[in-house]
T-cell receptor
Framework: DAGVTQSPTHLIKTRGQQVTLRCSPK?????VSWYQQALGQGPQFIFQYYEEEERQRGNFPDRFSGHQFPNYSSELNVNALLLGDSALYLC???????????????FGQGTRLTVV | KQEVTQIPAALSVPEGENLVLNCSFT??????LQWFRQDPGKGLTSLLLIQSSQREQTSGRLNASLDKSSGRSTLYIAASQPGDSATYLCAAASGGGADGLTFGKGTHLIIQP
């Protein structure tokens, strides 16, 4: 089991550009959540995808969007990049029970995004 | 809105000591709490998961407790080793998990050889 995998590991983009980050969940997991972690801070919840729909969203602008595919993998898209978007982006996967309750979250190694 | 606080922000102790990391949360309506370890520039490694109905969980030298009524969790590390040096994060899950995890800022732990 490869666990949660994210790509790319590092990325440098110019202000105003768009970026797409990718995540493959742990085997058996159907739910993917994305987090942004600034240096020295705890991760902040961006949104969660379940059954190919955005289930919940944190306090992030519409420039942040996502998608979940039928194989449960997910993408995070960020448009009109700002310098402040520079951070470690983490993907977490979990299994959601039939009652809609999420299980233990497992994280990938993250994508380090630098906006210049 | 859930808020999670971790104390202390940083801790440096000699090898072999037992230590306690603290985590507090403002909304007791959580359904689980997780402790994670993060090495510099890396992702998060899950250490322990405590369901809301549980009081504690143990894994090797690690023991985590949960007191929902007081909004507190502690992570106890026995016989610390230099390899335990990392940032430790606690995260509370609310809303059945759909609300995502709310994290503290972490405790940066250094174990001196």
């Amino acid at each position: 089991d490869a666990g949660v995998t994210q790509s790319p590991t590092h990325l440098i983009k110019t202000r105003g550009q768009q970026v797409t980050l990718r995540c493959s969940p742990k085997s058996g997991h159907d739910t993917v959540s994305w987090y942004q972690q600034a240096l020295g801070q705890g991760p902040q919840f961006i949104f969660q995808y379940y059954e190919e729909e955005e289930r919940q969203r944190g306090n992030f602008p519409d420039r942040f969007s996502g998608h979940q595919f039928p194989n449960y993998s997910s993408e995070l898209n960020v448009n009109a990049l700002l310098l402040g978007d520079s951070a470690l982006y983490l993907c977490a996967s979990s299994f959601t029970s039939g009652r809609g309750i999420g299980g233990e979250a497992f994280f990938g190694q993250g994508t380090r995004l630098t906006v210049v | 809105k859930q808020e999670v606080t971790q104390i202390p922000a940083a801790l440096s102790v000699p090898e072999g000591e037992n230590l306690v990391l603290n985590c507090s949360f403002t909304d007791s309506a959580i359904y689980n709490l997780q402790w994670f370890r993060q090495d510099p520039g890396k992702g998060l490694t899950s250490l322990l998961l405590i369901q809301s109905s549980q009081r504690e969980q143990t894994s090797g030298r690690l023991n985590a407790s949960l007191d929902k009524s007081s909004g507190r969790s502690t992570l106890y590390i026995a016989a610390s080793q230099p390899g335990d040096s990392a940032t430790y994060l606690c995260a509370a899950a609310s809303g059945g998990g759909a609300d995502g995890l709310t994290f503290g800022k972490g405790t940066h732990l250094i174990i001196q050889p």
